[in-house]
């Protein structure tokens, strides 16, 4: 799900991309023009179908917020939750699926089973027919639902001149403002055009590396790779990652003034949302320049790989960053993921959350009761006031608002951080150090 209403810091528009031709300058090496057409075929085809991509996206976006908003006013009509009334008309009493249904999935996919018994993959495939079934469900629910209300669509989502107080459509008497679109859907149309400008971007930066590096290579009468030892590797001191990549970008910068060379492809402009850091635990000072909020759940693998990461970029600002860490358990994939987040609500009370949720990230294998309760023995905690609190429906009330705030800014996994509302796209120190000096200003 995407924001229904997030509030943001941004210019209320859905960047709207040009026509791009195959023979449009991306980069400049001398006198030698680079185009799409020197790119690997995948990323000049991503490139150059990004417009209509865009436009189609933003169409099917918009229909997908009409349904949405169609299914929040149902709701309200019949006096429940969304999820109620989807489950009641979806979900509920699902036929299982028919022996010739599983045998026909069985049959139809023989060159991905490759040949292995049907009853070894017997319940993927009756989870997937539970899945088709219910997508065909939902469908035809909407369906239904449409006819019953009257739909008329404004302003075209389109167009390069829309204002935020303009109204995209209509649902009986409910408009659908800009203002409300963009606040749910600019963040996935933003990466959508983002991994397709990094992509470009990087296999410019390879064909623009490749013709700099064999040039000056050639021009000393050495191979490349010779080059390459010669002003990168022989001169690594403490064959550090840090090391490598000051050493490659210096040698880069050096061939990049010499061979005249200019990128033409920029980084999309950021999306940015004013994501709060609501009152939940931190490491740093309240009032630091840069706030990075991280959406996490303790049984997720990968954050548990990030979180040291990112503690340690973080500390390479000293008191100008802040992390702060709001929950997002998954509990549809993680059994203990939401008891978990509710446990480290329960340690921070004693002042403990940080020395927890270290042990939680530790042991993901083991976030039982039990567990839960031993790893709050291990940090010094008081036990009995430990195991009220875990029973105190405000603590579960705080996982369950950290969640719904987390949908609103358009989490749909984890680990999501956020560096003064920007989203990272790429979990990596390099990309959390960039992150973090631009919100700086350096």
Avoid at 53 to 65: D, F, G, N, V
Avoid at 88 to 102: F, Q, Y
Avoid at 270 to 299: C, L
Wanted: with cysteine; proline share 3%.
């Amino acid at each position: 799900m995407r924001p229904l209403v997030a509030a943001i810091a941004f210019a209320c528009s859905v960047v709207t991309v040009s026509a791009q031709a195959p023979t449009e300058a991306l980069a400049a090496i001398g006198g030698r023009t680079i185009t799409a057409q020197d790119l690997e075929p995948a990323v000049a085809q991503a490139w150059l179908g990004l417009p209509d991509k865009l436009r189609a996206a933003r169409t099917e976006l918009l229909e997908q917020q009409i349904d949405r908003k169609i299914l929040e006013m149902e709701a309200a009509k019949r006096e429940t939750s969304i999820e109620k009334l989807v489950d009641s008309e979806v979900s509920a009493n699902l036929p299982a699926p028919t022996e010739e249904a599983i045998k026909r999935v069985y049959d139809e996919n023989q060159s991905q089973i490759g040949g292995v018994p049907i009853e070894r993959v017997r319940g993927q495939i009756i989870e997937y027919l539970n899945r088709e079934a219910e997508r065909k469900r939902y469908e035809e629910f909407i369906k239904r639902l449409r006819a019953n209300y009257k739909i008329a669509i404004g302003k075209d989502i389109n167009s390069k001149d829309l204002k935020v107080s303009d109204i995209i459509a209509t649902i009986d008497d409910k408009a659908i403002l800009y203002l409300e679109y963009v606040q749910r859907n600019g963040l996935a149309l933003y990466e959508m055009e983002a991994d397709v400008a990094d992509a470009v971007l990087r296999s410019v930066t390879q064909v623009v590396d490749a013709a700099v590096y064999t040039s000056e290579a050639e021009s000393l009468g050495i191979a490349t790779s010779d080059l390459i030892a010669r002003e990168i590797t022989d001169k690594m001191k403490d064959f550090s990652d840090v090391e490598r990549e000051k050493l490659e970008t210096d040698l880069r910068d050096r061939l990049y003034k010499k061979n005249r060379v200019i990128i033409f492809v920029k980084e999309v402009t950021p999306f940015i949302q004013a994501v709060s850091a609501d009152d939940d635990p931190y490491i740093g000072r309240s009032n630091a320049k840069v706030t990075v909020v991280m959406f996490s759940d303790f049984q997720c693998p990968t954050c548990a790989g990030v979180h040291p990461v990112l503690k340690k970029v973080i500390g390479e600002f000293g008191t100008d960053v802040r992390l702060v860490v709001r929950d997002y358990p998954l509990e549809q994939i993680h059994d203990n993921a939401f008891n978990a987040a509710v446990a480290a609500e329960a340690a921070r009370k004693q002042g403990k959350y940080f020395e927890y949720i270290e042990l939680l990230y530790d042991n993901q294998d083991a976030l039982d009761s039990e567990s839960l309760a031993s790893y709050a023995d291990q940090v010094g905690l008081n036990l009995g006031r430990f195991q009220r609190d875990l029973a105190d429906p405000e603590l579960a009330a705080e996982v369950r608002k950290d969640i719904a705030d987390g949908v609103n800014y358009g989490v749909d996994g984890t680990p999501s951080i956020y560096v003064n509302g920007y989203k990272i796209r790429t979990l990596s120190a390099a990309s959390f150090r960039k992150a973090i000096r631009r919100a700086l200003g350096r």
